[in-house]
């Protein structure tokens, strides 16, 4: 008898009657005049752990409780969300709100039962109601539950000012739905309602979760892509970063409400950790979300911002960052290359304009990555490319000497005060100025190529490695400057000292050899302002002896072959002094081989000033 009244009058406390089927559904969530008070439960309890059979009242619980779910609570809540029909805000908060109330007799009994035993089946329970109600939800559900959430985002998100103005003319965007009059204060209230009674059924993750996911996502790809796409020369991280401290506010409103259950329970004191632990998780999940977002959208303009560098240059700086926390570069090289293929490397496009982004794109991404890891994959069809276009070496070295247009970038590369020599040819593996400022190249580097000779090598370098020699661009230089000499009347010595000077630096004193014998001998022959100043006039020339100036001889013996070209009588008609005619033959000797031009025509050329 006293197990069968100990057995009865916890059953009719810990569940509810109507789970029960001892009375109708409307009194069975109340406290009826007849249940036991608290003295007869605790008597009850010690009753029946004399006989050992409390520990088999978790067990019977969860039993009744997984029942009650499929058979009564799972079908008047879908009956009252609206199952596949749309649902309402309202009616939503219907549904928990009933649900609440048919689960209160539950959660007195657990929480009892924590008092009671060790090991309290909670967990358990709520795991079953979780599986019960929400093991197929349907699609009309999770829209509600999103628009419910995103409504919310967007009144707490909402400048005050915006909002009452909106309130004012009756047009808020807080709810957003049309479903009924928006009210901004309404909706919160009912926020708060519904994500009161989420968090003290602990169903706040498995219904809010998806929702919330979806609605940030949604709210930063609408942002980032109204205020971001085509703006390069400011940075935008600093914005966002305040932007997403709101969102992650918004988000402590969702996940850090606090327990709204009467009766303690041994989760309302780990409440404060494991939802400081939830914040933390999904600020990692939205600013890692807003970076491979905002990388990805950078990515896919990388060609523009290159063409635009250097004004592009916070683009490059955010984009830097971004990749520095996500795991993009494969993207990038990927993206990048497709888009030189398809947009640069095609005939259509001039040779002297493909270097030019070349240039900028050495810049840029030498700003993205400092080891030249990116720069080297992504721009390799780039320099296949060049190889095979016939006026690339003479597009680089117009470039140089400041002859093509746009060359300001090759020109001022030239002129810099530490250049990088080509010489040595850079193999150098102990570059590093100080140990500690040793960086490993990223996983994806060539272990063929040299990490020191990568990350050191400028733009003259870089271009002048697409061929993997330098004489190409020596004797194309040759050329051109034998070319200004022999065609060109507004000649400028200083500026072709100054050329050579510089290229001396970069190329070698040996390899510009040439080039400074064909200035100081040729030029005062090829110009009549040359010419003039050292000869005085025309009259000197044909009557009178000529000294001619050490600094434009060279004692070198004239080849037999060049002088049995020379007509000595066709000079002696024009009355020119053997000394001049001397001269003349010591430059064709010199020049020559340079000009690759005959010895008659070299003649002709020079009497055709006189």
């Not at 909106?166 to 479903?179: D, I, K, L, S």
């Not at 850090?256 to 999904?282: F, G």
């Not at 004489?471 to 100054?498: K, P, V, W």
């Given at each position: ?34 249940e ?7 008597a ?39 199952g ?8 939503l ?17 657990l ?33 509600a ?22 309130a004012?003319?009756?047009t808020?965007?807080g ?20 994500n ?13 979760a ?193 002859d ?34 040793w ?16 990350r ?12 993997g ?37 970069r ?6 050899h ?7 001998v ?7 302002q040359?010419?003039?100043?050292i ?76």
């Amino acid at each position: 008898m006293e197990a069968s009244w100990a057995w009865r009058a916890l059953s009719r406390s810990l569940v509810p009657g109507a789970a029960l089927g001892l009375g109708a559904e409307g009194s069975a969530e109340g406290v009826s005049s007849g249940e036991p008070s608290g003295p007869e439960l605790r008597a009850a309890a010690r009753a029946l752990e004399r006989r050992g059979l409390l520990a088999e009242v978790p067990e019977w619980l969860l039993e009744v409780l997984q029942r009650d779910v499929q058979a009564r609570l799972a079908p008047e809540f879908w009956s009252r969300a609206g199952g596949e029909a749309p649902c309402s805000s309202g009616r939503l908060l219907e549904a928990f709100a009933l649900l609440r109330r048919r689960l209160e007799r539950y959660l007195r009994g657990l929480a009892l039962l924590e008092e009671w035993l060790p090991g309290s089946p909670r967990h358990r329970a709520q795991a079953l109601l979780r599986a019960g109600l929400f093991c197929a939800a349907p699609a009309a559900f999770r829209h509600a539950v999103r628009r419910f959430y995103e409504r919310s985002f967007r009144i707490h998100m909402q400048p005050q000012q915006e909002q009452e103005q909106e309130a004012a003319a009756g047009t808020g965007t807080g709810c957003g739905c049309g479903e009924e009059p928006c009210g901004c204060p309404l909706a919160t209230e009912q926020f708060q309602q519904l994500n009161g009674i989420l968090h003290e059924l602990n169903l706040l993750e498995r219904v809010s979760a998806d929702a919330v996911t979806h609605v940030l996502h949604r709210m930063i790809e609408e942002r980032v892509e109204r205020r971001c796409r085509g703006e390069y020369e400011r940075s935008f991280l600093g914005e966002f970063q305040e932007w997403i401290e709101k969102v992650i506010g918004w988000l402590s409103t969702v996940f850090l409400q606090e327990s709204t259950a009467t009766l303690p329970s041994p989760a309302t004191t780990t409440s404060s950790s494991s939802s400081s632990s939830t914040l933390k998780r999904w600020r990692c999940h939205v600013q890692g979300f807003f970076y491979r977002l905002y990388a990805s959208m950078r990515i896919e303009e990388l060609f523009s911002i290159i063409r635009d560098f250097p004004e592009s240059k916070p683009a490059v700086e955010d984009l830097k960052y971004c990749l520095e926390r996500t795991n993009q570069r494969q993207q990038l090289l990927t993206s990048l290359k497709s888009a030189l293929e398809l947009r640069l490397l095609h005939p259509g496009v001039n040779t002297a304009d493909i270097i030019t982004l070349y240039i900028s794109a050495i810049k840029a991404l030498r700003e993205l990555d400092s080891s030249m890891v990116i720069l080297e994959v992504a721009c390799e069809p780039i320099r296949k490319y060049l190889r095979t276009r016939e006026d690339t070496v003479r597009q680089i070295v117009a470039g140089l000497t400041g002859d093509a247009e746009g060359s300001a970038d090759l020109a001022n590369e030239l002129s810099k005060a530490d250049p990088v020599t080509l010489e040595n040819d850079q193999e150098s593996e102990d570059d590093y100025s100080d140990p500690e400022d040793w960086v490993p190249d990223p996983v994806d580097a060539d272990p063929g190529k040299s990490s020191s000779k990568r990350r050191s090598s400028d733009i003259i370098s870089l271009l002048v490695s697409i061929y993997g020699s330098k004489d190409l661009f020596i004797n194309e230089y040759r050329t051109l400057l034998a070319d200004r000499l022999l065609h060109q009347c507004n000649y400028s010595a200083e500026r072709e000292i100054r050329n050579v000077e510089l290229l001396k630096l970069r190329f070698g004193e040996a390899q510009m050899h040439y080039c400074e014998v064909m200035l100081k001998v040729g030029a005062p022959f090829f110009f009549p302002q040359f010419f003039f100043s050292i000869f005085i006039n025309k009259h000197t020339i044909h009557n009178q002896s000529i000294s001619v100036s050490s600094q434009y001889i060279f004692c070198v013996l004239l080849p037999t072959q060049i002088i049995s070209h020379l007509d000595i009588c066709h000079f002696l008609c024009y009355n020119i002094s053997p000394t001049f005619l001397y001269t003349i033959t010591l430059c064709i000797s010199l020049l020559q081989p340079l000009i690759k031009l005959p010895p008659n025509l070299i003649i002709f050329r020079f009497f055709s000033f006189f």
